[in-house]
């Protein structure tokens, strides 16, 4: 079985600033999927960032980067230059087996509130 | 534009009512995925469907139903034997191929028990 977790109920950021939203994750696959989704409060999940297990190099999209660190089964979400747009809710989630059978097992965390000030 | 449609937005049921909630995409995508939210809690899979006509059972399948008689489309009804049914309920697809099986969310329905 998979597991997510994410020990950060909440974050405080400063606009302009770097944030970083922890995850690690346990699973006994050896192929599997790391996703990253921003919650605003309007409820819709947008997706952010992909990384797959065997990816040799960290997964970046504009001002989101996910610094993967197999070993220590880490998947933490960097936000650079946080804009006030960022405050939401963001989950990790994982899918078993990337691109192997077992579609649509999206195991999430219980998600970190960040909040970025002016 | 291309996309995901859930409607209600809201929906309010009554004790021993069953209700459908309605989930349509335009994005051509095969795999189709129901989750349920709690306050502050993170998503959890109801039911999911690769193709036409077959469906599995997620995490919390039960006192809830699903049929998938078009590729576009994935309703779910929400039974009289699901006895606690007040949360935020989230429609997903995805193309179902490939190494990167992204799922893309719709806005969402609120169900409320009265």
């Known amino acids: 079985a998979q597991k997510i977790t994410q020990t950060q109920p909440g974050m405080f950021v400063q606009e302009k600033e770097a944030v970083t939203l922890d995850c690690t994750y346990d699973t006994s696959d050896q192929s599997y999927g790391l996703f990253w989704y921003k919650q605003p409060s309007s409820g819709e999940m947008i997706f952010l960032i992909y990384q797959g297990s065997y990816d040799e190099q960290n997964a970046t999209e504009g001002r989101y980067s996910l610094n993967f660190q197999k070993a220590r089964k880490s998947a933490n979400l960097v936000i650079s230059a946080s804009q006030l747009g960022d405050s939401a809710m963001y989950f990790c989630?994982?899918?078993?087996?990337?691109?192997?059978?077992?579609?649509?097992?999206?195991?999430f965390g219980q998600g970190t509130i960040l909040t970025v000030h002016p | 534009d291309g996309g995901i449609t859930q409607s209600p937005k809201y929906l309010f049921r009554k004790e021993g009512q069953n209700v459908t909630l309605s989930c349509e995409q335009n994005l051509n995508h095969d795999a189709m995925y129901w989750y349920r939210q709690d306050p502050g809690q993170g998503l959890r899979l109801i039911y999911y469907?690769?193709?036409?006509?077959?469906?599995q059972k997620g995490d919390i399948a039960e006192g809830y139903s699903v049929s998938r008689e078009k590729k576009e489309s994935f309703p779910l009804t929400v039974t009289s034997a699901q006895k606690n049914p007040t949360a935020f309920y989230l429609c997903?697809?995805?193309?179902?191929?490939?190494?990167?099986?992204?799922?893309?969310f719709g806005p969402g329905t609120r169900l409320l028990v009265l």
């Open positions: 997903a697809s995805s193309m179902d191929r490939g190494l990167q099986e992204t799922q893309y």
């Open positions: 469907s690769q193709i036409v006509n077959d469906f």
């Open positions: 989630a994982m899918s078993p087996n990337a691109g192997g059978t077992s579609y649509g097992k999206l195991t």
